[in-house]
């Protein structure tokens, strides 16, 4: 038995899938926060009686709950929002596997998903399964990346789109699009791109710690610097060549399935140690750097790692769907405003990217049938007013 206590710190909510649970050896404090800050129960409002293994205490909208020598910090609400956008991403999914030339019923969906064999297999898992999967790892991917970023750079208008990695890789992208390089060589080209904006990105902020407003500047000037590029060699390209690259800058599914589903996921799989140390070190992004170091913490290294991790994941998936905007801004907030939280939550954000692209597809696909528009074109039309949304909201906070 051990005495359980509660850390603090400004941001001490957990996001309820786990993508901040933190994890303390038996007999020191069960984490939730910043290492190293921890209260006395009583200060905290608990009980010093301890907690038997499997239990749980209830706190203020929260659960701390004790498994051996693990304890977790699990806000409820988020557990509750993660739970219904599954579902809902399961409902998108099905449905998006119905809708089509020739209609399945949702029936013969799950029949044929339950492997139970229909006339329809062949329509289910050729020719929508592998599209309707891959928007929905690149939708969490894309929920991921901006997540990070946005924690990292404490301002909800940054995402990949705004701080250039999606025009690096849309760079690379047309030059291999435009010089005759072989439709394989895309992605990697792609991916090499939004590394190299990555890296420049963080030459140009790194000075003063990566410092939040510094790192969205230093992004703002490499995106505008990246499109102008962009710009002048598709001008001077083959205008067969030039429509190509416009398709791929736009964002798009078509054409796309198993294979960059599996890398987009390989990286997630690769990075998932990573990301779940992430999910706890975002509690933290809140703090100034002197509380940080005053507790402990190595503010500067956490940040390059946030946001290293971020720009990789972004890098990744826009290699292999294209430069599809908006999802990574509005997926992290939307999924903030849901649970109540004081930052982007991890996996709920990635869920809702899930959920958005996986519609975005969808709608791309039937709106206008048998004309098919890119997904980017449906997340544009999405992130649009959700931009008006904020400037108004931001404009009211300040009258």
Known sequence: MTTTQRTSGPSDASDAAGSSAAASPAGSSAAGSPAG???SPAAAGLSSTAVPPGESIRLAGRSLLRIGPVSLLIRRRAVLV???LTVLLLLAVVLSLSLGTPYVAPADVLRALSGAGTPYDLVVFDLRLPRVVLAAVAG???????TLIQSVARNPLASPDVIGITQGAGLAATVALTSG???VLVA????????LAAALLFALGARHGLAAQRFVLAGVAVAFGFRALTEVVMLTADPIDGLRAQIWLIGTLAGKGWTEAAWIAGTLLVLLPVLAW????LNSTALDDDTARGVGLRPVARRIGLAGTGVLVAAMVTAQVGAVDFVALVAPQVARRLVRAERPPLVCAALLGALLLVLADLAGRRLFAPTQLPAGV???????????FLLLRGRRRSS
Do not use: D
């Open 37 to 39: 800050s921890s209260v």
């Open 82 to 84: 993660a739970a219904v």
């Open 140 to 146: 969490a991917a894309f929920g991921v990346a901006g």
């Open 181 to 183: 390089m072989a439709a």
């Open 188 to 195: 990697p080209t792609a991916l090499v791109g939004g590394l």
């Open 278 to 281: 992430a999910g706890w070190a």
């Open 378 to 388: 449906l997340t544009a039309a999405i992130g649009g007013p959700y931009l008006i």
